[in-house]
């Protein structure tokens, strides 16, 4: 089956053979179905384990009802029911995903910078030579990209982006190309059906 | 051959190629001729970190990355992490560690359940599975990094296993598991998530390394010979890499015309 299935989505990429590609449009569609069905095994996973931490009172059991609350609230506003006054329009759907979700989405985006510099402090230690060239060009990238320093220190731009399109990109375009040959080489082997470890008791001594 | 596409017939042939050397370097290995796969410290370093959980009371965290199996770059990422939580689960349950897996995307959590549930059937532990450890977080990015950020800060894991792949919340994952004191073994073949995952854990498995991450940890022969077969495929682009640069620098479109065929 595996097989089948593989070869059904990789022929159509190189062979214009219509039956075959409308047979992998009418899988890849199929497929879709069956995600789109999986995001209700998800609300009940959500849904049972926080249903255990309110009933047994566990630590911080007040969250759970939280959250029970905002799932039901989403589900039944969201509920593609235009007729009834749901769906993508209702204005609590709206306010909710506007006013709640989107800024808690941004804030946690925004606390990557304190997370990025509390990494560098760690990280930017001249220990040995590789640590001293990570901390030297890091340093360059950093100041040739602030206006402060680059007004007055032009060539601070040149410099970071050398650094940034000629040693950095030649590693980048080496671990993309090598990841490339691991994925294919982890498709044949699936393809073969010998990569296994993903499945139910796969990988086996 | 008229139903071949054009510009995707090269493609094919470097497929091919690679495939065929697969399937040999397998066949030697059922003939018992083994590559020597060279030592790969992260993946070394599980059985390392779980002991190190084991001794502390505390659990592992093992999570397979954020991104859905259908994806072309980051589906087989997901499967190589689920080949890593085969192997950690089955560990866990030999060792007695207690075993939580955060998950991103509900299609994948059937699988990882499913995963989990098996190694402690196999082990004859079947009651002890616990549904909860394999928890779907959120769907939303950061709604499954902010919740997988407090389970380490509740839980204190001792063990943080993270390989698949990560955008942006890999930075915020690996810096709270640093901050908790947790032995990290991180991996993804995210180019731009690499630089995080290198300065936040002990371990990281770069690119490719994490597709052989199944392979090394089985021992399995045929697997550990495909790898050999990667490196088949590997050499051809770097010998196609070296004859474009000079073709094309003496001003000649050969290579590029072949490509395009």
Known sequence: MTIIATLLQVLPYYFDIP???????????AVLLIVACATFVGVISILQVHGKR??????????????FVFVIIMVLTGLPLAEFGLGRNN????????????PLG????????????????????????????VLVSGT?????????????????????????????????????????????????????????????????? | MAFLIQGRIFGLICLLFIMAAVAYYIKQAQAGKVPKVRRIPGIDAIDESIGRAVEMGRPVFCSHGIANLRDATTGPQTIAGLSVLNYVAKRCVAVGARIVVPVRQPEVWPIASDIVETEYKLAGKGEEFDP??????????????SNYMGLMMREKPGANIMVGAYWAESLQLAETGSRIGAMQITGTAQTSQIPFFLVTSDYCLIGEEIYSAGAYLTNDASLIASLAGQDVGRIIAVVLSFLGAITFTMGSRILLDLFAM
Do not use: C, H
Not at chain 1, 19 to 29: E, F, I, Q
Not at chain 1, 95 to 100: A, E, G, L, R, S
Not at chain 1, 184 to 200: D, F, K, N, Q, S
Not at chain 2, 132 to 140: C, N
């Open chain 1, 19 to 29: 039956p075959l590609k409308d047979a992998a449009g009418t899988a890849s569609n």
């Open chain 1, 54 to 67: 309110v009933q047994r009172r566990v630590e911080g059991w007040y969250f759970s009802v939280l959250v």
């Open chain 1, 140 to 205: 360059l990238m950093v100041l040739g990209n602030a206006p402060l320093f680059t007004s007055p220190i032009p060539v601070l731009v040149d410099i970071s982006l050398w650094i940034r399109n000629v040693p950095n990109m030649a590693t980048m375009r080496g671990v993309m190309i090598g990841a490339a040959l691991g994925a294919i080489a982890l498709a044949v082997r699936t393809l073969m059906g010998i990569e296994r470890g993903y499945l139910r008791g796969g990988g086996e001594e």
């Open chain 1, 106 to 133: 941004g804030t946690m985006y925004s606390i990557l910078a304190f997370f990025i510099t509390s990494a560098a402090v760690r990280a930017f230690k001249a220990r040995n030579i590789e640590a001293a060239i």
């Open chain 1, 91 to 102: 204005s609590i759907f709206n306010w909710v995903f506007t006013n709640i979700q989107t």
């Open chain 2, 132 to 145: 909860d450890s394999v928890q779907f977080l959120s769907s939303e990015q950061f709604g499954f990094s």
